[in-house]
């Protein structure tokens, strides 16, 4: 049997190990939060001894940065695959802001407690961590947010950064709200209702008149093919 047969076997199981662990450990971080959390607690959810985890990972920060990035590279992939083949900076939006909520109230309601926790922590090197993954995370959105910026379909004298936040930051009360209360608010509802709050503010101060003038125009257009339909009846009766 040559060198790499016998390490190929040690090295699937290693792998095998490190995923039982971080599954585990998202399980823990996700009911516990970080400070509650131990590599106790992980151990016994992962079915190993509290050394185990040692083995593999240098303490329970590094765990949770790992699942953390692991989790945000979940999310992302998804949007980064979703997003770019959506017509429209609205129909973009309203698929953000609805995927945003679901996914994090209703599939991941303890890891969005564990990172809204977390990115306001002292711990510079957590805080770190979740800022780079939330800078890939809102790049979907905000790639289309700039094209349309440069398009002339949105707002040009909002700067981007605050759009960025008034998008995520309105989604951050409504998932704080959540979390605080205990309650989940209905997710379509919401999304709806956040999507065109948002999309009044993001959209060009001339917008609203520049509709009025196509209803305007749309309903001069529309009563002048009535009177054309009824003048041939007005002589017919004469």
């Known amino acids: 049997m040559s060198a790499l047969q016998r390490v190929a076997p040690r090295r699937v199981k290693s792998q095998l190990r490190v995923t039982e662990l971080l599954?585990?450990?998202?399980?823990?971080f996700s009911e516990q939060g970080f400070h509650r959390a131990t590599t106790a607690q992980i151990a016994e959810a992962a079915g190993v001894s509290e050394a185990t985890v040692f083995t593999y990972f240098p303490g329970k920060r590094e765990l949770c940065i790992q699942v953390i990035k692991d989790w945000y590279d979940?999310?992302?992939?998804?949007?980064?695959?979703?997003?770019?083949?959506?017509?429209?900076?609205?129909?973009?939006l309203s698929h953000v802001v609805r995927q945003h909520l679901?996914?994090?109230?209703?599939?991941?309601?303890?890891?969005?407690?564990?990172?809204?926790?977390?990115?306001?922590?002292?711990?510079?090197?957590l805080a770190e961590v979740i800022t780079d993954c939330k800078r890939r995370y809102t790049a979907p959105l905000m790639d289309c947010l700039a094209q349309a910026v440069a398009d002339g379909e949105v707002r040009q004298d909002m700067p981007l950064r605050l759009m960025r936040d008034l998008v995520y930051g309105s989604m951050e009360?409504?998932?704080?709200?959540s979390i605080t209360s205990h309650k989940r608010p209905p997710i379509d509802e919401t999304a709806e209702q956040l999507t065109g709050l948002i999309w009044s503010a993001l959209m060009p101060r001339d917008a609203s008149l520049d509709a009025l003038a196509r209803f305007?125009?749309?309903?001069?257009?529309?009563?002048?093919?009535?009177?054309?339909?009824?003048?041939?009846?007005?002589?017919?009766r004469k």
């Open 23 to 28: 599954a585990a450990a998202r399980r823990v």
């Open 74 to 92: 979940e999310i992302s992939t998804e949007l980064e695959s979703e997003v770019p083949r959506l017509l429209g900076v609205h129909a973009k």
């Open 102 to 125: 679901f996914t994090l109230l209703a599939d991941g309601s303890g890891m969005c407690a564990l990172v809204l926790g977390e990115g306001r922590t002292s711990a510079p090197e």
């Open 173 to 177: 009360h409504v998932l704080w709200d």
């Open 216 to 236: 305007r125009d749309e309903v001069g257009a529309a009563l002048k093919q009535l009177d054309s339909q009824r003048a041939p009846k007005k002589r017919a």
